[in-house]
């Protein structure tokens, strides 16, 4: 090993490290990255005069973009040390084992996969926010926080610094990422939470679990866990654990179910319980020596990239995409991967002919995370910004200061087969693949939606083409005749409406009975509707008044193609109408099901107390717990699960 060697490899974990930090971006898998950093690590031991001030095994990364001199923290925020396997676990218990001289009771709690955040009260109320940042200095997130419901939660006497994660849940995720605009649940809670304007911020939904408080009496941490849960704070669960079995079977039983968890976790996090021993180990510059972080495995391939081309769709958006040498990941082999969109890809900087690491986002779709810098040559090429629509040849633009590329062509190929291709996919009308409607296209049968109830007229001359017969093309026609049936929310957001995705079409119809209906609402009727804001509102009502639109819609009605939504399951004799419901605690079933019956009976669900809450229901009405005692305090009436299904009319 020589000495550019270790500055090359201190370079590049810099370059990893600030692209995760500042720009949400993996360039390396996490496990690459730390396999890296020992290296770092072990070189650094045996040269100690090669050490660089600015290497990462020196300071914890950086989200910092701008610094403040008045965002130091009271004490530094550190990072975890990673492990990835039983074996690492085993070795660090038997070394606490060792140095505390007994059996150590450890903590192992989720390791939330959102943005750590340090958050100041006063008399409960919030005075300072500040991310991680470097570590010693964070970014000044205060104005957002405040706004948080979380944190308003809290109990009105509380002073002090409480720690915690910032993280978006996977539902409210899936409500803003309907068109898979962002990677992942992280980095959009990194965006909002560091998002300049209050009014925007407001609009997405963020959560704060708490699990770390300054300067309680308690002795252990789990009882400042409880303690942090009882003040208000959201916290995750945890699991006391008093031997190394115990551990091991905590950290497993996390792993299997940290699918079905609301929120994302990326690991598990063990911290020995007894606060007197933290102080006793302390720490290295970077991490706590009385904690680490179980990181979850999660599969990662290296493949090579065969072709980016770029794709156009029904909005006329230049995509790129990556043709792969097929590798088998996960269950499945993947032999393509979306970039995103053009910035992704000069921020990633793949090239043709590179080595990529895969990874499957949400276990499903498969995406780049990094480039393989170790196997760049020159034979790796750069991929150019088209100019020209990849299949109608107009010129691009762009929209306003957005770095996306638009085909505004209305007559484009590419953008009418993904436009017809959404809407027999959203419809599920079988038999259609992109193939089918790219060669009727070409064949002059579908131009627009509506043609596809039209091929019926040209039966005669279909059932002759090329690899069809007249079985299929039977099928075919009977599978679109049958889309008329179709209640109305799929077939709002079968249109492609730019603003209206699946949800949001759901959360429209569940107010209102038919497309027409939903055609003659104003601004203010549609900002009324729960889950859609101002913006939102105006952007969806200029939309709808679009002539295109109105057409498009009047052509399917006159075509019998229905247009009233599902008829609500109403329980007729239920009570819940108007009202409002917290649920909270163990039921015998999941609270889910019953959140189902009261909004389909006309009630709405809550996730905290306040004052117009109309019931707090929960089985233990007598408990201390935060949301009880607010209950109390505002005079919302606590009812049973039992109530709950009288008022429901269930049994
Ligand atoms: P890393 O981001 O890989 O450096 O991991 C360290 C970070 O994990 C900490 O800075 C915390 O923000 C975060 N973290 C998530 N869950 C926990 C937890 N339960 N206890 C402590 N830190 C946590
Ligand atoms: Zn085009």
Redesign the pocket.
């Known amino acids: 090993m020589d000495r550019n060697t270790y500055n090359k490899l201190i370079d590049d974990l810099i370059k990893y490290s600030e692209s995760y930090y500042k720009y949400n971006i993996s360039l390396i898998s996490d496990e690459q990255f730390d396999m890296m950093l020992k290296q770092a690590e072990k070189i650094e031991e045996e040269n100690p005069s090669w050490v660089r001030l600015d290497s990462p095994t020196q300071t914890?990364?950086s989200d910092l973009v701008s610094s403040d001199e008045g965002n130091v923290h009271a004490r530094p925020?550190l990072?975890?040390e990673?492990t990835y396997n039983e074996e690492d676990v085993t070795k660090w218990y038997k070394k606490m084992e060792e140095l505390t001289g007994e059996n150590p009771e450890v903590v192992v709690?989720?390791?939330?996969d959102g943005n750590?955040a340090g958050i100041r009260f006063s008399h409960g109320k919030v005075v300072k926010a500040l991310t991680?940042g470097n570590g010693l200095v964070g970014e000044n997130i205060t104005n957002n926080v405040l706004a948080m419901e979380d944190v308003s939660n809290v109990k009105s006497t509380f002073n002090g610094e409480c720690r915690g994660?910032i993280i978006m849940s996977k539902e409210e995720f899936a409500r803003l990422n309907v068109d898979g605009k962002y990677a992942n649940a992280r980095n959009l809670a990194s965006g909002t939470i560091k998002l300049l304007d209050v009014n925007e911020f407001k609009k997405r939904k963020l959560w704060f679990y708490a699990?770390w408080l300054e300067g309680s009496k308690n002795l252990k941490h789990s009882q400042d866990i409880d303690l942090l849960r009882e003040m208000g704070f959201r916290t995750?669960k945890y699991y006391l654990c008093h031997n190394l079995e115990e551990l091991l079977a905590a950290i497993k039983e996390i792993g299997d179910n940290r699918n079905n968890l609301e929120i994302e976790i990326d690991g598990a996090?063990m911290k020995l319980n007894e606060k007197r021993y933290w102080e006793m180990l302390g720490s290295t510059a970077k991490f706590p020596r009385y904690a680490k972080?179980y990181k979850y495995h999660q599969e990662v391939a290296e493949t090579k990239v065969l072709s980016i081309d770029f794709q156009v769709g029904r909005s006329g958006k230049i995509t790129p995409v990556a043709t792969l040498n097929p590798v088998f990941i996960d269950g499945s082999t993947v032999s393509r991967a979306t970039l995103n969109n053009i910035e992704f890809l000069k921020q990633i900087d793949v090239r043709v002919n590179d080595t990529v690491y895969i990874q499957k986002a949400a276990a499903i779709i498969p995406q780049i995370i990094g480039v393989n810098l170790n196997l760049r040559n020159e034979d790796c090429l750069e991929v150019v910004s088209p100019t020209t629509c990849p299949d109608c040849g107009s010129i691009l633009v762009k929209e306003g200061d957005k770095v996306d590329l638009f085909c505004k062509n209305e007559f484009c190929p590419g953008r009418i087969v993904d436009k017809i291709s959404y809407y027999t996919h959203v419809l599920e009308i079988d038999g259609f693949g992109d193939e089918i409607i790219e060669r009727f296209h070409y064949l002059n049968y579908l131009n627009k939606v509506v043609d596809l109830y039209y091929l019926k007229d040209k039966r005669h001359e279909l059932v002759l083409l090329d690899r069809f017969g007249e079985k299929s093309i039977d099928k075919l026609l009977f599978n679109i005749e049958e889309s008329k049936k179709v209640p109305a929310e799929k077939l709002l957001a079968a249109l492609g409406i730019k603003g209206i995705g699946i949800k949001m079409a759901k959360i429209i119809m569940e107010k209102h009975q038919t497309i027409d209906e939903v055609m003659n609402l104003s601004i203010e009727e549609l900002s009324s509707i729960d889950g859609i804001g101002d913006i939102k509102a105006s952007e969806v009502y200029l939309e709808l008044a679009k002539e295109e639109t109105r057409a498009l819609i009047q052509n399917l009605k006159e075509l019998g193609v229905n247009m009233v939504a599902t008829k609500k399951e109403v329980n007729d004799n239920a009570d819940v109408a108007g009202l409002s419901f917290c649920i909270t605690g163990a039921l015998s079933l999941p609270r889910k099901e019953y959140e189902l019956l009261i909004e389909k009976n006309g009630g709405k669900n809550v996730s905290g107390v306040t004052s117009k809450t109309s019931y707090l229901v929960t089985n233990d009405t007598t408990s201390g717990s935060s949301k009880n005692k607010k209950a109390q305090q505002l005079g919302v009436k606590i009812i049973s699960e039992e109530e709950l299904r009288q008022l429901l009319k269930m049994d």
């Open positions: 914890p990364g925020m990072s975890l990673n709690e989720y390791k939330f750590s991680r994660e699990y995750g996090v972080a």
